[in-house]
Structure formats: C-alpha cells, structure tokens
C-alpha cells in the first residue's frame, strides 16, 4: 500500500503533511507528497473576504482527489470549508494543538490588555471584529501571506505584533515571539483550530481509509471538531465569517462554546451547551439555532452585506 498525500507548498502546510506521512511510516504505510497550489495561496494581495472563504484553500486539492491523483489530502482542519460535497468527506482529525490565538512581536511588552495604542496584523475576519470588541485601542491591518511572509511585513515595521493561531507558531518553532496568549474565553478561536484534517473522495479504497484513520485519528478530537463543524455548517459560516466555537470534553460529556461577533465588534453573541459525547453533532446544531434565535441570524445577515 502506498498513500499519495497531497499538501499546499508553505512550511506550515509541509510540516502538517510530514507529520501525516510520519504516523503512516510508524506502522510501516508508504507514501509520497504531492505539492498543490491553492487560490489562497496565488491571490495574496486581497483579503480572504473579498476573494471568498469557499474552498480558498482547498479546491485545488479537491479536484484531485476527485481525479484519483492523490488519495488523501491534509489541511488545517480551520481552513476547511463548513460542508463538503457529496463525493468527499474528512476521515480523520489529529490530536489537537493548543488552540490559543496569540501575539506575535519582538516587543514583548506588548499586551492587548494593556491600554497601549498599536498595530496588529491579521488576515482574520474574526479576529478583527473581536480585537474591536474588545481592544478598540488596537489598529489592525490585513495580512495575508503564510507565516514566514507575515515575519518578514512584521520586521519590516508594517505592524507591531501578528495575531496568529498559536499552533501554527509552535509548528515552526517561533514560540519565543509570543508576547501574549489570549484567553479563549474572551477571543474564542475559530471551529477546528488546532487539529490536521485528513479529506479524502468517498471513491478511496476502503483498506486504504481504515489504514489511514486507524494511523491517525484521534478521537477525542474528533468528537469536538464535529460538535464545532456542526454548529459552524447550520451557521453556514466559512474562514471569512466572524463565527467562533470550541468545543472541549470531560469524562463522556462535550461542552461547546460558541458565538458570532459583527464586523464593528459592536454586538458579541457567545453561548454554551452542554451534553453526552454520542450528541455532539445535535449539540452544535442547538447552540447554532439558539444563536440565530437570539440576533445571530440579523449579525450574520449585515456581516454577508457588507464582506
């Protein structure tokens, strides 16, 4: 058996694929990386919501997967679109990261809590919508690139700090820039952050997807990221809608927590529910209705208006 893995071609995404390609060759599995480029990747001089969320980083990959080119792809599990078309389907999750966002910057006096007037740097629409929530003092610019491009616009003085998911820092071992880890109960981070997903065409051989998702989903994880997909997939939310979930267990019971912010940061919807880990897809459809409910539906509304 051999598992062709396609991947994007940016350390992050490399590291995400070797690191697939590593618990195959535990158990002995060949494979080999096939690099693809996405949209996302070529269009870096516009924002993520002005060339769309839909598969920005994953239609390429998509296309061939349908064409039996590669077997599996991997993608941060954040990247991918709320709901897949028939003919594919995520297979597996890997354990997860820790799923903090983070400050980034060679000042590490810096603190968003601190009253200070700065610049901060993101490509994040949800990141964006809660820093003006919750820091209006805080100037942001876009910032589009992979992780090597946005260091190099932070050195050349274009901000003062980055806004990133600390997993991908860590991933490329730049923790000594982290200046600040923010709570997740204030700046809840985006559905999936922290995890690799596996995407694969329903068409892949049933040995070969037993094999891979034996290898390399975690459970656990797994069983939080659906309760988050759901609720992100009723919200028909994507990388470009200020939408926010994480989900968390103990013993048998998973806890979502989850919001939507308006692009000002004006309005801030967050709510939690709780319930048996067998639930966790209808736990992610409640909290999302109940959100919608309760002003979701007008915030989300105003939000694709004006994107």
């Known amino acids: 058996m051999k598992i062709k893995i396609g991947t994007r071609s940016s350390r992050l995404a490399l590291w995400q694929a070797y690191y697939i390609q590593d618990l195959l060759k535990a158990a002995e599995v060949e494979s080999e990386l096939v690099l693809i480029e996405t949209k996302g990747d070529q269009i870096l001089d516009r924002s993520l919501s002005k060339i769309g969320s839909k598969g920005v980083?994953?239609?390429?990959?998509?296309?061939?997967?349908?064409a039996g080119t590669i077997d599996i792809a991997v993608h941060s599990a954040k990247d991918l679109q709320s709901s897949?078309?028939?003919?594919?389907?995520?297979?597996?999750?890997?354990?997860r990261e820790r799923v903090n966002d983070v400050l980034v910057s060679h000042d590490k006096s810096l603190s968003l809590t601190g009253g200070r007037e700065f610049v901060v740097g993101t490509s994040s629409t949800r990141r964006v919508a809660m820093l003006k929530h919750f820091c209006p003092h805080i100037t942001t610019v876009d910032m589009r690139?992979?992780?090597?491009?946005?260091?190099?616009k932070l050195e050349e003085g274009q901000c003062d700090a980055l806004l990133l998911a600390y997993a991908g820092v860590h991933r490329m071992e730049y923790d000594d820039l982290i200046a600040e880890y923010l709570p997740t109960q204030d700046f809840t981070p985006a559905v999936g952050q922290g995890s690799v997903a596996i995407e694969a065409a329903t068409s892949l051989p049933i040995d070969k997807l037993n094999t891979i998702r034996q290898l390399t989903n975690h459970a656990p994880t797994?069983?939080?990221?659906k309760a988050e997909r759901a609720f992100l997939r009723r919200l028909e939310g994507g990388c470009s809608i200020p939408v926010f979930g994480l989900a968390t267990l103990q013993d048998e019971e998973l806890t979502l927590t989850g919001g939507v912010v308006s692009l000002d940061g004006q309005e801030l919807l967050r709510e939690q529910f709780s319930g048996p880990l067998a639930d966790a897809e209808q736990i992610g459809h409640d909290l999302a209705e109940s959100l919608l409910a309760k002003g979701g539906d007008e915030i989300l509304r105003a939000v694709r208006q004006n994107l």
């Open 57 to 66: 980083f994953t239609q390429e990959l998509e296309d061939q997967l349908r």
């Open 84 to 95: 897949l078309p028939n003919d594919l389907a995520i297979i597996a999750f890997t354990e």
């Open 145 to 152: 690139g992979n992780l090597q491009t946005r260091l190099r």
């Open 222 to 225: 797994e069983a939080c990221l």
